[in-house]
């Protein structure tokens, strides 16, 4: 790392940007850091959804530098007890509730440590119960950007002790001929992400996708079919996604996040 520029900060949220929120966030971290480098990778996940949050960071965390801190806050216990904890990696540092947000990190099985987050003096002074993103979290990256070593923070715990949550899977139950998901999110232009991981699917066979009425062929592109005709194909997360070329699928199909899908043998 640039021993001139501070780790990237990278801010995941369910905030939104119709509110003061996430400028908030980055005014305290600036406050404290004012070299701080700040990426937003998403303020869209859908509200209170810790499944979809776990998804998204984990198919992203990937394509960011060695040394970059995640501060990841999709909090619906916010103000209770659960704990804020901070969790080292081989390469990336990431800063959640302990709600079942960084499930995907765990599994990913890189984590060098954990630590419950408790040491006040790298928090706000006066901290509000509703908006730990601001008061916690924020200025605890800023200072982690600044120098501060992880386990000032707090003390270390095992990662058994912190919360994971089931994850939208993907299952076969006629040995690999098909395999059953769901709908895990929306992207901005109304293409649907599954959790079915097209590496299950057989290259030799043409496979369908099966949704509530809709039975669509895997192509490999948009640009495979005519214009505002549906269709399924491998998305870059590399799951398979469902669309219309040139149009919402969302609200042309009426699906949703957590329908039901199946991948199956044309």
Known sequence: MDAAKPPL????????LSDTYVG????????????????????????QSIAQGTFLLGKSTPYFPE????????????GTSRKAIA????????????NGLLTAI?????????????????MLPSRS?????????????????????????????????????PLPGCQSRDNGASWEGTIICTDHFGNLITSLDSDVLERSNQWMVGAGEHELPVFGTYGDVTDQQPLAYTG??????????NGN?????????????RAFFR
């Open 129 to 165: 119960s509703t908006f730990h993103g601001r008061d916690v979290f924020s200025p605890v990256a800023a200072h982690l950007a600044s120098g501060v070593a992880l386990m000032e923070l707090g003390s270390a715990i095992d990662m058994a002790e912190c919360t994971s949550i």
């Open 24 to 47: 908030q966030m980055k005014g305290v971290i600036h406050s404290i850091t004012p070299e701080a480098r700040i990426i937003d990778l998403t303020h869209a996940v859908t509200p």
């Open 236 to 245: 870059s997360s590399g799951m398979i996604e469902i669309a219309i070329r």
């Open 106 to 122: 765990f599994q990913a099985g890189e984590v060098k440590r954990c630590v419950t987050i408790t040491s006040e003096r790298y």
């Open 67 to 78: 040394g970059t801190i995640f501060v990841a806050v999709v909090d619906p216990g916010v």
């Open 249 to 261: 699928a969302a609200k042309s199909l009426g699906l949703q996040d957590g329908d039901s899908v």
């Open 87 to 98: 969790v080292e990696t081989a390469r990336h540092i990431f800063l959640a509730p302990d």
């Open 9 to 16: 900060i990278v801010l995941m949220t369910d905030f939104g």
